[in-house]
């Protein structure tokens, strides 16, 4: 499920009227005026929803995956190779491509670091390579994964669901607290946010939390033997539902509300038949494939579009059916630049860094302390 919120968001990417960081110019390929906006008003929710359902994801899988008597240190080793070099090596594409003359090293050591997006400051949350703002979220997941798993697996299973729909409520109270008690100006255009309202709802790292936790709480819940069987057909509908609601529902409220119970039922249905070993057409060599690659090819976008559709095609608008070629040709450039980056920077790091070598296998083994008085915690 891995590819469909990268796919997602790419819609929005690749359909903006304008790039978000500089060098800024034209991205939305239409020339037809009225097509153009009809497709951004249509996709506009995609590129919210994509990161939303890309948390609730996470949240699950997480908590699903987790290894019996794994240190804490070992489990932050392995998010954090998961991510770093990944985003170092876009990091350091962007600078060189384009970014080191626009961006001043106020912005982008915070994204280097990846704490950008804690600043309330619309240019530093999107520096050099605006996708990586959600990855100052999953670090905070990933770090805080821990505490949280110690939390959520104290809640009896009787009670599992009434904490699912009080974070479900929580992500309400987001959208409340944007709207009602912060600033409301200067107003975007684009978005009918603030930049202080859309960077507390949307980017801000803790408000993110509640979509990670619902993940989390939807994993044991199914773990746990208290999701009921819902038919795909009814799944599908309500995911439906959800997108549609989006477009019509008003900003805060269409980023994350209107769609976290579709996207919650979505995955604990589909973790759900899998173990009851049904066939949901996730599991073939493509969809595997396309999962794996899936990281990769969300964080080429800032790059790949932003920055190639310029650097090409310059601000050049086509024909319906030309337009069409050319989001073709950004995907297919996309995919593969997502693959390059799974295959040559991601695999390796996660196989050299991505777990403690043992003593067999590490240099001057026998130098090392006999003592192991002092172990970390574990995620039991």
């Avoid at 936790?213 to 009921?228: F, T």
Wanted: charge should be positive.
């Amino acid at each position: 499920m891995r590819f469909f919120p990268a796919l997602l968001v790419f819609f929005i990417h690749s359909l903006q009227p304008i790039g978000p960081v500089d060098p800024s110019g034209p991205v939305n390929p239409f020339a037809d005026q009225d097509l153009a906006q009809g497709l951004v008003k249509f996709f506009l929710p995609a590129g919210y929803l994509g990161v939303s359902f890309f948390f609730l994801l996470s949240g699950f899988v997480i908590t699903w995956s987790v290894k019996p008597g794994e240190k804490v240190t070992a489990y932050w080793r392995r998010r954090l190779v998961k991510i770093f070099p990944n985003h170092v090596v876009m990091w350091a594409a962007a600078m060189i491509l384009f970014a080191s003359a626009y961006t001043p090293m106020r912005t982008w050591l915070p994204n280097l670091f990846l704490v950008n997006s804690w600043i309330n400051d619309f240019t530093t949350q999107m520096s050099v390579n605006a996708p990586s703002w959600s990855l100052c979220a999953e670090l905070l997941f990933y770090l805080s994964f821990p505490l949280l798993l110690l939390g959520v697996r104290r809640i009896k299973a009787e009670r599992l669901w009434w904490w699912a729909g009080a974070t479900v409520a929580a992500t309400v109270g987001v959208g409340l607290v944007t709207v009602y008690l912060l600033p409301d100006t200067p107003r975007n255009a684009y978005i009918p946010l603030s930049p202080t309202q859309n960077w507390f709802n949307y980017t801000f790292p803790p408000t993110r939390m509640f979509e990670f936790v619902l993940g989390m709480l939807l994993a044991r819940i199914v773990i746990a033997n208290r999701w009921p069987r819902v038919r795909a057909v009814w799944v599908a509908a309500l995911l439906v539902a959800g997108y549609v609601a989006a477009t019509y529902v008003p900003a805060p409220f269409n980023m994350v509300a209107t769609t976290i119970v579709p996207f919650g039922v979505t995955i604990a249905a589909v973790a759900d038949a899998d173990v009851r070993g049904l066939r949901t057409h996730l599991s073939g060599k493509i969809m595997v494939w396309l999962g794996n690659v899936s990281f990769g090819f969300y964080l080429c976008q800032g790059v790949v579009i932003f920055w190639g559709r310029q650097a090409v095609l310059g601000n050049a608008t086509y024909s319906t059916p030309v337009a069409v070629l050319v989001m073709l040709g950004m995907f297919a450039a996309t995919l593969l630049a997502g693959w390059f980056l799974y295959a040559c920077v991601e695999t390796p790091a996660m196989k050299y860094w991505g777990r403690k070598k043992r003593p067999a296998e590490a240099r001057g083994s026998a130098q090392q302390p006999a003592t192991t008085a002092l172990q970390p915690t574990e995620i039991r």
